[in-house]
């Protein structure tokens, strides 16, 4: 009987501290450029707040797009820990889907990279990071279960339509300079559709 030789293969070598620290600057400096002025940001920008040279940052991170990609990817996974401590916490399920919605919408408030790739533009490239997000979608996909086996959220809701909520948050968040202020009365309309009968009370004022 044929048996295959064991591997020889090297195991992967942990990062140099300095390695290492480098990366966390990186990461650090990309987080706070990418919030405040979304994707946007050129690579060199990142560099020099985070004290390395171009060559060091592209070392650690390819090009943009694998940048973006590691930042969504923390962010995802803020994401899915916000989910499932609303799925786990108290009152109705129309309560907690409404909190975690909520959340999500103060996340991107916050980021405006996340509520760019959260727009309809970015959301096709970026979806592969979500998906790949462990718990994300699935959490979703119960919070809005349970809204509509209560009966409080309209039967044939999905998390996708949870996501085109948050896309339409995510772009009016990034285009803040011509529509300040706007999303939260954006996402009150959208609540209201979401609910099994519509709120009839005015939405919040611009």
């Known amino acids: 009987m044929h048996t295959s030789e064991p591997s020889t293969k090297a195991p992967a070598r942990p990062m140099r501290a300095d390695a290492r620290r480098n990366r966390e600057s990186i990461l650090a400096a990309a987080r706070g450029l990418f919030a405040e002025r979304g994707a946007g940001v050129e690579m060199s920008e990142v560099a020099e707040r985070a004290g390395v040279g171009v060559g060091t940052l592209y070392r650690r991170f390819p090009d ?18 916000c989910y499932q401590r609303r799925l786990s916490g108290e009152g109705s399920a129309w309560e907690r889907l409404e909190g975690a919605i909520r959340d999500a ?3 991107q408030d916050r980021d405006r990279g996340l ?12 979806e592969p990071v979500a998906r790949s997000t462990p718990g994300l979608l699935e959490t979703m996909q119960r919070l809005v279960d349970e809204a509509v086996a209560e009966g409080s959220a309209r039967a044939d809701l999905t998390w996708e339509d949870l996501v085109m909520c948050l896309c339409g948050v995510g772009h009016t968040i990034s285009c803040a300079e011509h529509l300040p202020g706007r999303w939260d009365r954006l996402l009150e309309i959208q609540l209201s559709g979401l609910r099994a009968t519509a709120w009839e ?6």
């Open 64 to 81: 943009k797009d694998a940048l973006v990609h590691e930042l969504l990817g923390e962010r995802f996974r803020e994401l899915a820990a």
């Open 201 to 206: 009370g005015p939405a919040a004022a611009p």
């Open 115 to 126: 509520a760019e790739a959260l727009s309809a533009t970015g959301l096709e490239q970026h």
């Open 105 to 107: 919408c103060a996340i």
